[in-house]
């Protein structure tokens, strides 16, 4: 590893296609322009994606012995309950934020964001890294406790019984995200990767270009949000950055902890460190309704996804050489 | 040709209340909606989605009962904490009776 | 402003009869429609199409008797077989003119 | 349930118009709207689009004087040049204050 | 073709990622997913397939000398004309259905499912065979007497008049499935394989995955219908499934006698065995709006579609290779 | 070049699947088809197309010296300042429109047709040519005097201020054609053509069936306007074929004369020749909205663009080969 200074691998991230597209759709979104990918093919490339990572988990799948699953399950569940924990924490008592609010936000900081998830994929392969094929299924892991207990922490004392947690719960992992995830893993385990020869071209050759133009749209989205940066105030924009550096790290000494290779550690710290603004959102909407939007969209698209996109990924990567190399 | 005066019952609402809004509709009374997806703004500004300002729109023609009891119900449940609207128009309707659940 | 009183005619039908209803429209006296797509249920269930319940909402402004012969049409020609609705409102509308074929 | 009675105004308008129209439409007092993308035909045939005849069709409650302005000004700037329709109805809402901007 | 047993076959042919991802999108469905591709998506990759069919057989059809094309032509005509007249008798007969739901179920079941013959093709190649060229041209002669046949059935006496089936006519012969595939047939063979190459990244390699995509929310569509199958009753559910068979084999024992290849007759047996749920249903319900549309959607989609994909074509093919055995 | 005639040319052109493609759209549109790409797949296609070429642009920009880039630009400015005026003089003069008439056609053949663009690349690359990676940047050069000249002759006299001028002027400069472009081309070159590498599959490699696609459905678009032929008249049927001619060859000339090679003047030639039919009829909708539609569609995409594609782009190749022998 020597050489491999933060510095250059936030240099070499910062030149990639994938941060260059988001860039180019936020800019584009603040001159006033009206680019934008229409609503199904965003949609349509969502599901692509998440299904082609889910393929390509299953068809490697084999190769990982089954003893070494467990570690890392615990690890990905221990993240799930610890992190929602620890950004309503911060919210309460150094944001002074309401109950409701504090709630949505860690909600959404326990999950996990899947375009995070992929862009760690991409940045741990382009560095010659691979990450442990079964890390789809533990962002399921992850992705349910995170979620459901930031929302149960709004709502502790709501009064409003557990009705909503139950629905909630049941449309997280029925939804499209863990559906797709968990059904490409198996599919790829089950057909295996000869048979799934003739399917790659579209799944895997096709992959980091989708990925390029689904970030464009992305950065108009979020470019969209960028406006209300002011509204949020300092302490969320402080929020956003810190806390996922928090969780980014410990995910990656987790991870490595776990046996998790360089790569799957830093997936995984990337993981915890993302903000959900796919899955989360609908959720936190129908539980926790009275919770200001504007605070977790914000903090989640504008703020912490550009985080882990330019300087987040390269830094859990760098951090887990780090980790790796005191472990030896 | 005999028409039958009835309620148009409109509701624009956020697109993750659809689910729950059509099942109340049902319950109170309604036999039958029409949607199609829109986009607005209103007095509240930002709503949970990727797509600000996307919206449903759910039509019901109801008699005049069903069409209070929804708008009641509307207002109670869900105008305090979501982006909803609802207004309530006449409407003139061939074969009237296949819009009341019982004899009304 | 003055405004004109007539009629907007709704009718919400399945796909398959978007291009038959405009041709009616068109040939009962109805100067323009507008139609936006949706989905719904109502008293009959399952239609032709892959997506259950899709469909087309046509509305058209016009005078008082093209909308009863519109009704009336839609009432014989399509109630019976298909899954439709049609209803009648009154509207206000600047340049009324505009929405009759001849003097009325 | 109390409600108020207020207007429904209804504008079918190319696409191209959407942006201007709604910012229009806040400025004469509108305090929302409503949009759904349609197609149409009307009196005037051929639009400026890819899509022949794709529209947008806007909706906003307003007090009976804002409606007026609305439909003035669209007649007045729009009509015209353009392929535009525009048509009031009445319609009962529930907490009729949501919809006026000052008192009136 | 020792080895060659249907059980093997079954299971290879299980394993696809096309029956897979089927199922996934069964499965997610019957568990209350919100798992679906948006419909403009969907819609894009029918085109998309239909095209690429169409010009992939173009392209190679100046290798299929023209005096091989007469028999198969009639075979395929014959199974048009053949196959409704065979379900609307059994209908009638064996199932006591009015003359309209019946014929409704025989214009689908004499008309071609574009995805099942999309699919056989997959498995015929799969195996290492071809099947000839010109197929899709076939599939454009069976369809349209196919459907015809089934709704004039329908209608007769029904004192309608003609119209509807002039009406009919016309969209089937100028619907999207038979423009895009003689359409994609007649530019393969003028443009030639060689200035195909430039296209064929598009058109060829991303097939096989394209098709999985669509796969996955077909299989959602048909888990929709899923449900319905208690209320078409056994008869349906049997003959869904014993028609098909019927039709499938008298296809391939047509295909085979017609002088096609194993894959071609394969192929063939697979369309004639097929039942149309997109091109069908508007046709049907324009032309016999009294028939009941849940018997024939879920026929065609929840029961025959499904048999094809996992039993039915395997099944075909294996028929061929015995009729291939037996006639040389 | 032996051998090279205009008719070996034309006829290698009209066997391209992109012209075939087109075709096939028109005959289909005309015989009452329903073929037709869903709206948010077109979209999607012309977004990528657009992002893929200023990608490409981008990647081998490093190898184009940067003061071959002054003349081009100036020749590129030049044709966004005379075609816009010839046009409009023609039509005035020749065709005795209206001035409102006269300038929204005017604003359309001075702007480019970005589809005509990606054809002429295309043709380019077919031959075994090169054009220089700099041209999506004259694109924009050209497009947005060539549209604002064309609008401004037009409303001369109008008493409606400029205000309608500026915001057209802010629509073109931050529409998605420019952002697309020249945001692809600055992604390219920064990036570099190594570090694009994963993304070619996906943005080289589809790029041709892609586009083939896309003509498809711009066939079918084109073939609704066909029906309006009749109503806009001889004039301007005869307009829409000798104007491009003229600007076309005026293109090459300027180009070649600016130091471009063959396939760089054959593309401006191409972009010089073209008519904007996806950027400009909004913008002169909003500008001059008593300008009759029919004409100005009818004519960019019903006339010229089937014309270009067909016998344009071949002849505008067949004229720089010309003059750059007449050169040497
Ligand atoms: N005055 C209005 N006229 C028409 N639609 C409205 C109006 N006010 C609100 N809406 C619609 O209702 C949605 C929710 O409004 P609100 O709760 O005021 O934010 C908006 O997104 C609009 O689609
Ligand atoms: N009461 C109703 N209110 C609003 N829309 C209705 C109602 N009943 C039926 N519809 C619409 O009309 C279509 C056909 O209804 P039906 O013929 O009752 O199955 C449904 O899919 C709905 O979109
Ligand atoms: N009588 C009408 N009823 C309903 N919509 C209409 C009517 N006339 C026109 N429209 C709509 O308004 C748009 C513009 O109409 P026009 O200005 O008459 O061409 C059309 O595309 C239709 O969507
Ligand atoms: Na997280
Ligand atoms: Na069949
Ligand atoms: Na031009």
Redesign the interface.
Known sequence: MTGTSTADLLAANLLSPFVLAFTLGVVAKRLGSNLSLPKDVYEGLATYLLFAIGLKGGARIAQAPLDQLLAPTGAALALGLITPVVAFAVLRLAGRLSRVDAGAIAAHYGSVSAVTFIAAQGLVQQRGDVAEPFLPALLAIMEVPGLVVGLALGLAGAGRGDRPLRQVFHEIVLGRTLVLLLGGLAIGAAVGAERLAPVQPFFEGLFPGALTLFLLELGVVAGARLGDLRRVGPFLLGFGIVVPMVHGVLGVVLGSWAGLSVGGATVLGAMAASASYIAAPPAVRLALPDANPTYYLTAALAITFPFNLIAGIPLYYWTALWVAERMT | ?A?TS?K?VTI?A???LESQL?KDLRHLGA?????????????R????????GA?V?VET?VTDDVA?RI??H??DRY?P??AV???????????GD?YARRVC
Request: hydrophobic share 45%; aromatic share 8%; proline share 4%.
């Open positions: 040709m028409t009835l148009l624009v956020e697109p993750v059509v036999t039958g909606w029409t949607i199609v997806e829109g986009r607005g703004e209103g007095s500004g930002m709503r949970a989605s990727d797509l600000p919206n729109r023609i209070d708008i009641s509307v207002a105008f904490h979501y609207i609802a207004y309530v128009t006449d409407v003139a309707v061939v074969r296949k």
